[in-house]
């Protein structure tokens, strides 16, 4: 259960800190599936396909740039089938004034038998959707604990250098997009086990849909995972 919980934590992060919210980088079509394919490089440098995460727009609520939207998350092995080790994830996210408002603790979804187990505190992350090359957003930092099943673990998150590096054409399974491409470095230490890592993250974003694309890279500027659109059905 803790695996679950971590596992699905960081998967939401991961995608959550590269999301945005027709004129916010968010799907806001009730029906709306987006199928992304994970590729880990396992320290070799390549990536290699080791799942896929599909997201479905369960309801929207609101008008404008003032919506509720109901999501749900799910885990799928390289066969595109559900993954028996993580459970989907159930969230609702925010668009105020235009902006993506993120709550992680409202995205984790855990069931009650985990409730306060896992918790962020911290900065809330908030990325407007007018944003153009050169804008740079604010820094955020956060702290995720577990405490459970006799387990305590505290992770400090610090997101800084999140800025729009360009508008381009981005070419993935699922089609081409003219996206947002978006830079930020990501800050964890594990205070448990005095371990620190900086990754930097590089995410390409689309009006009405999100990230069709990420890349994280090492210290050493090696990329270390992927994530790739595969394929939007509305």
Do not use: H
Not at 200 to 211: M, R
Request: proline share 4%; glycine share 8%.
């Amino acid at each position: 259960m803790i695996k679950k919980i971590v596992f699905t934590a960081l998967f939401v992060l991961v995608s959550a800190v590269g999301a945005f919210a027709d004129d916010i980088f968010f799907p806001t079509q009730k029906g709306t599936v987006l199928l992304m394919a994970t590729m880990d490089a396992q320290g070799t440098g390549v990536p290699k396909l080791i799942g896929y995460g599909r997201t479905k727009v369960l309801d929207v609520k609101g008008s404008g740039n003032n919506l509720t939207i109901v999501c749900q998350t799910e885990v799928l092995d390289k066969n595109r089938q559900s993954n028996k080790n993580v459970v989907p994830l159930e969230y609702t996210m925010r668009i105020v004034d235009g902006a993506v408002v993120v709550d992680i603790n409202s995205m984790l979804g855990l069931p009650p038998s985990a409730a306060g187990a896992v918790v962020f505190s911290g900065d809330t992350l908030r990325i407007p959707s007018k944003i153009k090359p050169g804008d740079k957003l604010k820094d955020a930092n956060m702290t995720m604990t577990l405490d459970m099943g006799g387990m305590k673990m505290k992770v400090d998150i610090s997101i800084s250098n999140y800025k729009c590096l360009a508008v381009e054409k981005v070419t993935v399974p699922a089609g081409t997009f003219e996206a947002y491409k978006m830079t930020q470095t990501v800050t964890t230490t594990n205070t448990m086990v005095q371990m620190k890592q900086t990754t930097t993250v590089v995410s390409w974003n689309v009006f009405g849909i999100g990230p069709v694309k990420n890349e994280v890279y090492d210290e050493k500027g090696k990329v270390t995972s992927r994530m790739e659109m595969q394929e939007i059905t509305r």
